[in-house]
């Protein structure tokens, strides 16, 4: 009788019909195919994982980092959920960033000629390592606060900070203790000045108080009310406010940011508005939504956040002292840090959708998604993460640090508390805490002028790229006085996710809304799909923001991790083969990912929140027991015959490897089989069969014109390779 033998062409085709299909794969999961000299992809069984660390890490992970620090000592960023942390050999340190919001009436004290604002906040007690943010910005003594500023001293419930200016005016908002002097339509504004009397503009609880001597208007001396705060005045009818707040150094078109919700004359305010008309140094215009339906003011306006002054402070934990463990005590005794104070009101970790993670030389650098930038030092005094300080960006997308010059670049950043999301900020040269622009630094920013958002940022290769929804941008360094030169090199190729992007061997390659895009420089290229249905039919579109890239160079493989139709979460993956340019595909939840590293093969984040090494062993993992990994693929049809005749097949002969080169070749494989004579038809199986590598042949009775088969393993300790599968035949009658 003769044979004939099964040569499968590499890679899965799932939009074809099985027919149609012939003698390749129509499905997987857990096998790769790798490259020989015959061009001839073989499939294989998927390398194994094994738990990175005993422990779940407690919420879904989204960002890992692996970098080394001066001490040549490994590390791993963990950013989930509810954390960020560092992983060092076995010992995981919580690092997460810790905030305090305070909603109080503090005293702001000020003195002529200096820049120190003393403030008293009976809610908080802060320490000189914590920074703290006006959110409701503040005006008093010629001064604007508004933005990060470090806590300089503190004593108590008391503390300094430097503004960014001296103060013009010695001032002080406690009610009993007022000084200062007071120019009409300048310093303050006032409706109208007698010898004896005035009326002021929004006078309320918050205002501070000042002796002042009218000139230009009237004649006097008496006791004015500043207010402190944004002050609206509406008129009814009209979607016009009158906004008041001293030296508030708009011009028209700026932004102006209400950053909590204030409702005035019906009319609802928060968010970020444009300046509309500058009427004094003290008040200016913007138009809201909606238009007001009553009159508000001016003597009566309302101020913002009834009066009060929200702040927020980002908490620093100081070393902790000697003797005592953390928690002891409270949060250590000491406090937070050895000569430093303990908050009052402790503070709160953040919690965050997603993260992007990056070293700046030794530092990690993070960013929760919507937050701001923090940074930790492996070898300095903080134990968790604080904010890059200076007058770096409190709301950004995401960042990432950019070469030749090393700068952190944050995009859907801002210059208020509100994002802008097609902004980008770049940090000054080798200084993540210096962002505002000046003739002697290399701080910028840039605003992309296509698309809504940007979704993702790396550096590439010769350059940074940035994806907006629909197109992709390049960021290239070219020096002051502009810094970055920024140019348009795709449309239409938007990244669907934050991670959705990897890199291998010099070239880029991403997922966007309906395709997959690379791009070796020259711009960007699609990558025909054969399994586009498999992952664009049974896409969870309400949780595409958790597509996760996954590069693994030593295979040459880039996967999409993507929520399936039926999950919230990662469970599923296509898998891209770059020499071979052939995909396979599977279910594996994973959250995030890193390629081989300092830390050694590549590192996943599993759906379960624990940390798996890839490529280590032949088998699965979850947590830390050792599973069977449920490798299988089958094949579509292929004809056994091209004329009218049936073929009768009665011996299948296996062709494997059962092992490694140097492990016991013991693998157990089992083989099915599907016949038909006709490609619609419900196919008569054949199996399972166990092979081995003493198996010589199958006996089997097949009686077909079209034939798949299908190849799983489910055994613990083993590995196999596919080769050329033969099979007896004979013709047997027509049909």
């Known amino acids: ?417 509100s994002p802008d999301p097609m902004l980008v900020r770049w940090s000054d040269i080798e200084d993540f805490t210096q962002w505002a622009a000046t003739p002697t630094n290399q701080a910028g920013s840039y605003r992309i002028p296509t698309g809504s958002k940007i979704v993702a940022g790396i550096q590439g290769p010769q350059q940074g790229l940035l994806w907006t929804d629909l197109d992709l941008w390049a960021m290239q360094y070219i020096g002051p006085p502009f810094v970055y030169g920024f140019n348009k090199i795709g449309s239409n190729c938007g990244a669907i996710s934050r991670h959705c992007t990897g890199q291998l061997n010099g070239a880029i390659y991403w997922m966007s809304q309906k395709q997959f895009f690379m791009s070796m420089g020259s711009g960007p290229q699609s990558i025909p799909c054969p399994v586009w249905d498999v992952i664009f039919q049974n896409i969870n579109t309400s949780y595409l923001y958790k597509v996760a890239c996954g590069v693994n160079s030593q295979f040459n493989e880039v996967t999409w991790y993507y929520p399936s139709a039926s999950s919230t979460e990662n469970d599923s993956y296509v898998k891209y083969n770059t020499v071979l340019q052939q995909w396979d595909f599977g279910t594996l939840g994973r959250t995030a990912w890193i390629d081989q590293s300092v830390l050694g093969p590549p590192i996943g984040a599993g759906s379960d929140n624990y940390l798996y090494q890839h490529e280590i062993g032949n088998d699965a993992a979850s947590g830390t027991q050792t599973t069977a990994m449920l490798s299988s693929f089958q094949t579509g049809y292929f004809e056994l015959n091209e004329a009218d005749n049936l073929i009768f097949i009665d011996q299948i002969w296996p062709d494997m490897k059962w092992g490694t080169y140097s492990g016991n070749p013991n693998a157990t494989v089992q083989i099915t089989f599907y016949v038909t004579n006709y490609p619609g038809d419900t196919p008569v199986q054949y199996g399972p069969y166990t092979m081995t590598q003493a198996t010589e042949y199958i006996s089997v009775r097949i009686r077909a014109r079209l034939m798949a088969f299908n190849i799983s393993s489910n055994d613990v300790g083993t590995f196999w390779r596919l080769g050329a599968i033969r099979y007896r035949y004979q013709i047997d009658g027509r049909f």
């Open 1 to 417: 009788m003769p044979h004939n033998t099964i040569k499968l062409k590499p890679g899965v085709e799932t939009n074809t019909t099985p027919a149609l299909n012939e003698a390749a794969y129509s499905s997987s999961s857990f096998i790769r195919f790798l490259p020989e000299r015959n061009g001839y992809g073989l499939a294989q069984k998927l390398g194994g994982w094994v738990a990175y660390y005993a422990s779940s890490i407690g919420s879904k992970i989204r960002a890992l980092k692996g970098w080394a620090d001066l001490n040549a000592t490994n590390h791993l960023g963990i950013g989930a959920e509810s954390s960020l942390s560092v992983l060092t050999g076995n010992n995981l340190v919580n690092i997460t960033p810790q905030t305090s919001v305070t909603n109080t009436a503090p005293v702001f004290a000020t003195t002529s000629g200096s820049n120190v604002v003393t403030v008293t906040d009976s809610n908080i007690t802060a320490s000189v390592l914590d920074y703290v943010t006006y959110v409701t910005p503040v005006t008093v003594g010629g001064l604007v606060l508004n933005g990060p500023y470090k806590i300089q001293s503190a004593a108590g419930t008391q503390y300094s900070i430097y503004a960014s200016s001296v103060a013009t005016l010695t001032a002080n908002t406690s009610t009993n203790t007022v000084g200062g002097s007071f120019v009409v339509g300048n310093t303050y504004e006032i409706v109208s000045v007698g010898s004896t009397s005035f009326t002021s503009i929004g006078a309320a609880a918050n205002t501070v108080g000042v002796i002042f001597t009218a000139t230009g208007v009237g004649s006097g001396s008496g006791t004015a009310r500043l207010v402190a705060e944004y002050a609206f005045a509406t008129t009814n009818g009209s979607s016009i406010v009158t906004t008041y707040f001293d030296n508030h150094g708009f011009n028209v078109g700026d932004s102006f940011y209400v950053g909590v919700s204030t409702t005035v004359g019906g009319v609802p305010l928060f968010g970020l508005y444009t300046v509309q008309s500058v009427l004094t140094t003290s008040s200016f215009t913007f138009a809201a939504a909606n238009s007001a339906t009553s009159t508000v003011g001016p003597t009566t306006a309302t101020v913002i956040n009834s009066g009060l002054v929200q702040s927020t402070f980002y908490v620093a934990i100081g070393p902790q002292p000697l003797g005592t463990g953390f928690g002891v005590g409270g949060f250590g005794v000491g406090g937070f840090g050895v000569g430093t104070t303990q908050p009052t009101v402790p503070g709160t970790t953040i919690t965050a959708t997603d993260w992007t993670l990056d070293n700046f030389g030794q530092d990690l650098i993070a960013c929760p998604a919507g937050g701001a930038i923090y940074y930790w030092d492996p070898s300095g005094q903080l134990q968790n993460a604080q904010i890059v300080g200076g007058n770096g960006p409190l709301v950004n997308s995401g960042i990432f640090v950019a070469m030749p010059e090393r700068q952190v670049i944050a995009y859907g950043s801002s210059f208020t508390l």
